[in-house]
């Protein structure tokens, strides 16, 4: 890692320049490289136009590999917690002056406030599931009417979504279905962790993914066998038929 002078930010290995934020282990993995780079890669190699949308953005390092593809349109960061939005905010108009729009919320299922347990020496993984953590702080939250809100400043487009949730990920899906965006998802990138999901859940996320067009037996394996994994769901059909057309 590179510290510039004023020590005020560092230099990831993806050359984002970030501002510090000290003993925050999300940081250091992110940084440094050791959280992959297989979203990265997948981010940077879109070659058609796109709208990005951040779910659980954090401090924003993939909106970020998202602003380096020149086929970006827009990105729309979405994160809950307001010590992380302050990073986000910081770190996107720091790198970027591309078209860039921000929501401190969550993804929930309706209209109302919730505890978020936050973990301060670990800003990654704070979460609506009321797991692990020091404290609580009350967040809003939004259904999909929020993806609505994106829709209609985009409208009919391809979009890329990436999501992290910590646990919330039946809750996302869900919404991303019943959003006018539903058949507009070109590439669906997310944290699956069923350790944290129930059976309801794990039968929600399955049939929800699959009403998306992202039919995988892969997915099927993974909360199968209780296995946290970064997957990369595409729609290979629709995007032949956009390169063909």
């Known amino acids: 890692i590179m510290l510039p002078k004023n020590k005020l930010y560092l230099t990831t290995n993806s050359n ?22 297989q979203i990265s890669d997948c981010l940077n190699k879109i070659s058609y ?25 827009s990105s729309h960061s979405i994160e809950p917690n307001p010590e992380s939005f302050k990073y986000l905010l910081d770190n996107i108009k720091f790198n970027s002056k591309k078209s860039s ?19 301060p020496w670990h800003s990654g993984i704070s979460n609506l599931s009321k797991r692990g953590g020091e404290r609580k702080i009350i967040v809003e939250c939004r259904d999909h009417s929020l993806l609505d809100e994106i829709y209609y400043k985009n409208l009919d487009c391809f979009y890329v979504i990436k ?20 058949k507009f998802i070109s590439c669906l990138i997310i944290e699956i962790t069923p350790e944290w999901m129930n059976l309801e859940e ?42 063909n057309n």
């Open 163 to 182: 999501c992290d949730t910590e646990g919330s990920e039946p809750i996302v899906i869900r919404n991303l279905l019943n959003s006018k965006i539903s």
């Open 101 to 119: 729009h921000f929501y401190n919320y969550a993804l929930g299922k309706k209209n109302e406030k919730m505890p978020l347990t936050v973990h």
């Open 202 to 243: 794990e039968k929600m996320i399955i049939n929800d993914l699959g009403s998306l067009g992202f039919k995988n037996m892969q997915i099927q394996e993974i909360i199968k066998n209780k296995i946290q994994k970064d997957m990369i769901l595409k729609k290979e059909i629709f995007l032949n038929q956009f390169i």
């Open 49 to 73: 136009p796109f709208v990005f949308i951040d779910i659980g953005a954090n401090h924003g390092i993939y909106t970020l590999d998202a602003h380096k593809n020149p086929f970006l349109i």
């Open 16 to 37: 984002h320049k970030i501002k510090i934020l000290p003993q925050d282990h999300q940081q250091t993995l992110y940084s440094t490289g050791k959280s992959g780079f």
